[in-house]
T-cell receptor, first 113, second 114 residues
Framework: GDSVTQMEGPVTLSEEAFLTINCTYT??????LFWYVQYPGEGLQLLLK?????DKGSNKGFEATYRKETTSFHLEKGSVQVSDSAVYFC????????????FGTGTRLTVIP | DAGVIQSPRHEVTEMGQEVTLRCKLI?????LFWYRQTMMRGLELLIY????????DSGMPEDRFSAKMPNASFSTLKIQPSEPRDSAVYFC????????????FGPGTRLLVL
């Protein structure tokens, strides 16, 4: 079955540090891949997505590249800000599973000034 | 456009009481998902609807939980009777349809059962 494995947290970084949150997936079909972000007290928001191999999703300085050969979709940002503190969820959507989302466990990021 | 709307945002109740959570979909969306989020179990899909019809309720914990979609834009999740272990944040999310992948989440209802 489909599943997503993401880096255990929590992650604490200083402002302007480089961020990587690892995500790997298992899927029976040809999934699309997503990163969602959850700020404190809020619901999940779509951060970025990629729908096919070698696509790069990007938004707000975050990037992730769909790597089929390594079944990965790692999230990166070159210089984090305090406002990036949140929980980040990797997810996949599989057309053979009615395009429902399979979420990872989430990684809490705290950025300190 | 308004996003997914959930009410109440916070609910505190006593064990044994009935709890009803409400969700209004984004206009034009016809798939609805209910999720539960806890520290221990993370984000769990409880049930989803397509065109008002429940498609998969295998995530519903037990018979105390029920969900309905009386019309195309509104859904309720009911817990009767509630128990302390039901304490969690409950999210609903909607999307345009099965051909579209992106789900849009509401702000959640934080439920505390004493």
């Amino acid at each position: 079955g489909d599943s997503v494995t993401q880096m255990e947290g929590p992650v604490t970084l200083s402002e302007e540090a480089f961020l990587t949150i690892n995500c790997t997936y298992t899927a029976t079909g040809y999934p699309s891949l997503f990163w969602y972000v959850q700020y404190p007290g809020e619901g999940l928001q779509l951060l970025l997505k990629a729908t096919k191999a070698d696509d790069k999703g990007s938004n707000k300085g975050f990037e992730a590249t769909y790597r089929k050969e390594t079944t990965s979709f790692h999230l990166e940002k070159g210089s984090v800000q305090v406002s990036d503190s949140a929980v980040y969820f990797c997810a996949l959507s599989d057309p053979s599973e009615a395009n429902n989302l399979f979420f990872g466990t989430g990684t809490r990021l705290t950025v300190i000034p | 456009d308004a996003g997914v709307i959930q009410s109440p945002r916070h609910e505190v109740t006593e064990m044994g009481q009935e709890v009803t959570l409400r969700c209004k979909l984004i206009s034009g969306h016809n798939s609805l998902f209910w999720y539960r989020q806890t520290m221990m179990r993370g984000l769990e899909l409880l049930i989803y609807f397509n065109n008002n019809v429940p498609i998969d309720d295998s995530g519903m914990p037990e018979d105390r939980f029920s969900a309905k979609m009386p019309n195309a834009s509104f859904s309720t999740l009911k817990i009767q009777p509630s128990e302390p272990r039901d304490s969690a944040v409950y999210f609903c999310a909607s999307r345009v349809g099965t051909g579209e992948e992106t789900q849009y989440f509401g702000p959640g209802t934080r439920l505390l059962v004493l």
